[in-house]
T-cell receptor
Framework: EPEVTQTPSHQVTQMGQEVILRCVPI?????FYWYRQILGQKVEFLVS????????KSEIFDDQFSVERPDGSNFTLKIRSTKLEDSAMYFC?????????????FGPGTRLTVL | GDSVTQMEGPVTLSEEAFLTINCTYT??????LFWYVQYPGEGLQLLLK?????DKGSNKGFEATYRKETTSFHLEKGSVQVSDSAVYFC?????????????FGKGTHLIIQP
């Protein structure tokens, strides 16, 4: 069964460094998403992406963050100049369509630890 | 803004017990409601959903009914199994306007003991 994959499973970085989290969405999906979950808190929507551009973003997704689909299979989240409070689990998701009839399929997550 | 509140965990039950995980929401507009489940080491999987008031979503013995009057979407199962041990997330998405992002609750860790 097709699934969303994410690498690495755990990333440790020093404060101020840049990190790139990678996702491979399901191959025939067209919509891609990033969410994050800070330990003990809610899963929060960051951004959605379609047709090589951002279609929606939350107030969390500021200039520190960027997303890219560098090739036909990968979808990346870049975090510039990481801060301690960026430590969280980051989930990628993909779907065939928008709207409530389209299920978002999630990856297993990347745990980011900023020291 | 939109928000979801669900009961804190962990919830520990014996096998074959009845399960209820409470979920209430606040939303503008008319949301669709979802329950996601996360098994250890895996991503969030859609368990069930309901898109309008009084709809009942069901899957794998789990059920939840969209109650607009109480703004609730409680998850129930009549007889839980050890394999149901996981983290359960209640979520909503507001219909219309092409909104993409799901709004999640904190998640409830369910532990089923044999």
């Amino acid at each position: 069964e097709p699934e969303v994959t994410q690498t690495p499973s755990h990333q440790v970085t020093q404060m101020g460094q840049e990190v790139i989290l990678r996702c491979v969405p399901i191959s025939n999906h067209l919509y891609f998403y990033w969410y994050r979950q800070i330990l003990g808190q809610k899963v929060e929507f960051l951004v959605s992406f379609y047709n090589n551009e951002i279609s929606e973003k939350s107030e969390i997704f500021d200039d520190q963050f960027s997303v890219e689909r560098p090739d036909g299979s990968n979808f990346t989240l870049k975090i510039r100049s990481t801060k301690l409070e960026d430590s969280a689990m980051y989930f990628c998701a993909s779907s065939t369509n928008r709207g409530n009839e389209s299920e978002q399929f999630f990856g297993p997550g990347t745990r980011l630890t900023v020291l | 803004g939109d928000s979801v509140t669900q009961m804190e965990g962990p919830v520990t039950l014996s096998e074959e017990a009845f399960l209820t995980i409470n979920c209430t929401y606040t939303a503008t507009g008319y949301p669709s409601l979802f329950w996601y489940v996360q098994y250890p080491g895996e991503g969030l999987q859609l368990l069930l959903k309901a898109t309008k008031a009084d709809d009942k979503g069901s899957n794998k013995g789990f059920e939840a009914t969209y109650r607009k009057e109480t703004t609730s979407f409680h998850l129930e199962k009549g007889s839980v199994q050890v394999s149901d041990s996981a983290v359960y997330f209640c979520a909503l998405r507001t219909s219309g306007g092409g909104a993409d992002g799901l709004t999640f609750g904190k998640g409830t860790h369910l532990i089923i003991q044999p």
